[in-house]
């Protein structure tokens, strides 16, 4: 499948200098096959795509996630599934040393039945991982942000 051209935007989003012609942002979980994961990203003109460290395989074995990803593409590792700060700075920390990779897309689930973050340790977490020096990327509800790169509206329950 070939990669679409999509028009250049008159205002890209820009990230830590990193200019991207797509605001779309598309997640790796939830399709039934790579395949079909593939197909999509390459249908949908995004420039960057998610998934989470404790998902994707980084011993080295086997054909990892992160290795099916076009080179065009950003891969973005997310910290899903962590329900504190301490959890999601190691998971970041982690996605560093393994993947070469200072951003991080950063969740810090408070309520696991709705998925919705606890934002203290969201907080917490982002000031620790921003004074590391990662690019952070939070999933936040409706809050003001100072420490983050570029904070990422949750979608709501």
Known sequence: MSVPQMPKISDPLIIAGREFGSRLFLGTAGYPNRKLMLDAVAASGTQMVTASIRRISLAGDDESLVDLIPEHIHFLPNTAGCQTAKDAVLTAE???????????????????????PDTEELLRATELLVSKGFTVLPIAPRIRWSAASSPMRAPLP
Do not use: N, P
């Open 94 to 116: 982690l996605a560093r040393e393994a993947l070469d990779c200072s951003w991080i897309q950063l969740e810090v689930i408070g309520d696991r039945e709705l998925a919705y």
